[in-house]
């Protein structure tokens, strides 16, 4: 009986030290939009305070002790409070990582991690969680996994675009272990086992096409892709190229300032290449810093996959005049996000602004229109290697170019 009363009071004091650790963290972001259930369970009332939300979560877990037949983890529950807690924003791009999550962001971010290799965003439209791109000599693109290809599917469990974060989390794993996916395309269902390994990423491919046409396909915007960008383009001019095409179709973003950085290797000095607004209307304007080192006519192909970072560096090249753009629409995420790594090592991703092209243009949910409208073949739509002059959108820029001077 002591027994069994000592352990209920070390399980209380626990719960109120882990109850504290929740109010530090949720204090410390104390700036941003709450919302709260209007539910009646458990005497619940709703709280005007966190001292409220403390009293709510303990009613909770005194329910639990009393009826509960399971074990009780109290890491978990604390874990999925404050996912719960972020979720309830109704926005997906704020969110809560544990460590673990946030180490494998930071992996990823660095150039390489552990997975099949795919880039997937959500498709609002469809909710479905849709993939972006499979990673050159990943898992997935050995698998056959294509741009456009809905995941519906993790190891027999469905998912749908509101799951894109705990599908991330399915997908990815130790090397070695393996993962099956049930994917949808043009409305056949197809399964496919992948096997996990460690995928080193390439932000940046480039190549000489057309004599004197240079070509840089730039997969996304993380690491340091705008230096990287950069080393291949100056390679490219030892080549002779006179043009150049930059690919932006199937990039799904990245870190704002490598975007921007591409773009001031593009834009007279003091050019406005950003402007942000946040929660307040206060705004922030970034500009060139630096004379443009690429100096001759440029198209940038993009598609409907082509979202934030890469919107960024579409909207400055098309409002400064520096850019033609081919292809289709793109995603239409005019805002960023800011992922602060938090004391214990988990992390907070919130959508802290919305942006805008120099020009005032608004992109969230409305996307950039290209200067010409090109579709793919439909039944090149959803590969991910096209033959050069099967491409419409590459032949079509390749064609714009030679018109140019």
Not at 316 to 331: E, M
């Given at each position: 009986?002591?027994?069994?009363?000592?352990?209920?009071?070390?399980?209380?004091?626990?719960?109120?030290?882990?109850?504290?650790?929740?109010?530090?963290?949720?204090?410390?972001?104390?700036?941003?939009q709450y919302i709260t259930n209007?539910?009646?369970?458990?005497?619940?009332?709703?709280?005007?305070?966190?001292?409220?939300?403390?009293?709510?979560?303990?009613?909770?877990?005194?329910?639990?002790?009393?009826?509960?037949?399971?074990?009780?983890?109290?890491?978990?529950?604390?874990?999925?409070?404050?996912?719960?807690?972020?979720?309830?924003?109704?926005?997906?791009?704020?969110?809560?990582?544990?460590?673990?999550?946030?180490?494998?962001?930071?992996?990823?971010?660095?150039?390489?991690?552990?997975?099949?290799?795919?880039?997937?965003?959500?498709?609002?439209?469809?909710?479905?969680?849709?993939?972006?791109?499979?990673?050159?000599?990943?898992?997935?693109?050995?698998?056959?996994?294509?741009?456009?290809?809905?995941?519906?599917?993790?190891?027999?469990?469905?998912?749908?675009?509101?799951?894109?974060?705990?599908?991330?989390?399915?997908?990815?794993?130790?090397?070695g272990t393996k993962v099956t996916?049930?994917?949808?395309?043009?409305?056949?269902?197809?399964?496919?086992?992948?096997?996990?390994?460690?995928?080193?990423?390439?932000?940046?491919?480039?190549?000489?096409?057309?004599?004197?046409?240079?070509?840089?396909?730039?997969?996304?915007?993380?690491?340091?892709?705008?230096?990287?960008?950069?080393?291949?383009?100056?390679?490219?001019?030892?080549?002779?190229?006179?043009?150049?095409?930059?690919?932006?179709?199937?990039?799904?973003?990245?870190?704002?300032?490598?975007?921007?950085?591409?773009?001031?290797?593009?834009?007279?000095?003091?050019?406005?290449?950003?402007?942000?607004?946040?929660?307040?209307?206060?705004?922030?304007?970034?500009?060139?810093?630096?004379?443009?080192?690429?100096?001759?006519?440029?198209?940038?192909?993009?598609?409907?996959?082509?979202?934030?970072?890469?919107?960024?560096?579409?909207?400055?090249?098309?409002?400064?005049?520096?850019?033609?753009?081919?292809?289709?629409?793109?995603?239409?995420?005019?805002?960023?996000?800011?992922?602060?790594?938090?004391?214990?090592?988990?992390?907070?991703?919130?959508?802290?602004?919305?942006?805008?092209?120099?020009?005032?243009?608004?992109?969230?949910?409305?996307?950039?229109?290209?200067?010409?409208?090109?579709?793919?073949?439909?039944?090149?739509?959803?590969?991910?290697?096209?033959?050069?002059?099967?491409?419409?959108?590459?032949?079509?820029?390749?064609?714009?170019?030679?018109?140019?001077?």
């Amino acid at each position: 009986m002591e027994r069994n009363t000592a352990q209920k009071v070390y399980k209380w004091i626990m719960f109120i030290l882990i109850t504290i650790i929740i109010t530090s963290m949720i204090t410390a972001f104390a700036t941003y939009q709450y919302i709260t259930n209007s539910g009646r369970i458990l005497g619940y009332q709703e709280p005007d305070s966190f001292e409220g939300l403390e009293n709510t979560l303990a009613k909770f877990r005194t329910e639990l002790e009393k009826k509960y037949i399971g074990e009780i983890d109290d890491e978990k529950l604390i874990e999925g409070a404050i996912k719960g807690y972020i979720a309830a924003l109704n926005d997906p791009y704020t969110t809560y990582y544990t460590k673990e999550e946030m180490d494998e962001i930071m992996e990823e971010t660095e150039g390489n991690y552990v997975g099949i290799g795919i880039y997937m965003t959500m498709d609002t439209d469809k909710n479905a969680i849709v993939v972006v791109e499979p990673i050159e000599n990943s898992p997935a693109e050995e698998a056959g996994i294509l741009p456009g290809d809905l995941i519906t599917k993790i190891n027999g469990e469905s998912f749908s675009g509101d799951d894109l974060e705990q599908a991330s989390k399915k997908i990815k794993g130790e090397a070695g272990t393996k993962v099956t996916l049930e994917i949808l395309r043009n409305g056949e269902t197809k399964t496919v086992e992948l096997t996990r390994r460690k995928v080193s990423i390439s932000h940046i491919t480039a190549k000489v096409i057309e004599n004197n046409i240079g070509y840089i396909a730039i997969s996304d915007f993380e690491g340091e892709c705008a230096e990287e960008f950069k080393t291949k383009y100056e390679e490219l001019v030892k080549k002779n190229i006179k043009k150049l095409i930059i690919d932006i179709r199937n990039n799904g973003g990245g870190i704002v300032d490598e975007a921007t950085k591409i773009a001031d290797f593009m834009t007279e000095k003091d050019s406005v290449l950003l402007i942000t607004k946040d929660k307040n209307g206060n705004e922030d304007i970034t500009k060139s810093k630096n004379k443009p080192i690429i100096n001759m006519p440029t198209v940038v192909l993009m598609n409907e996959y082509s979202a934030s970072a890469s919107e960024i560096l579409a909207g400055a090249l098309k409002d400064s005049g520096k850019a033609t753009l081919v292809g289709k629409k793109t995603y239409g995420k005019g805002v960023i996000q800011e992922l602060q790594r938090l004391s214990d090592g988990s992390g907070l991703k919130v959508t802290t602004n919305e942006y805008y092209t120099p020009n005032r243009n608004v992109i969230n949910k409305v996307g950039i229109e290209p200067d010409i409208t090109v579709n793919l073949p439909s039944d090149l739509e959803y590969q991910s290697e096209i033959p050069e002059e099967n491409d419409t959108q590459l032949q079509k820029a390749i064609e714009t170019l030679k018109e140019m001077n």
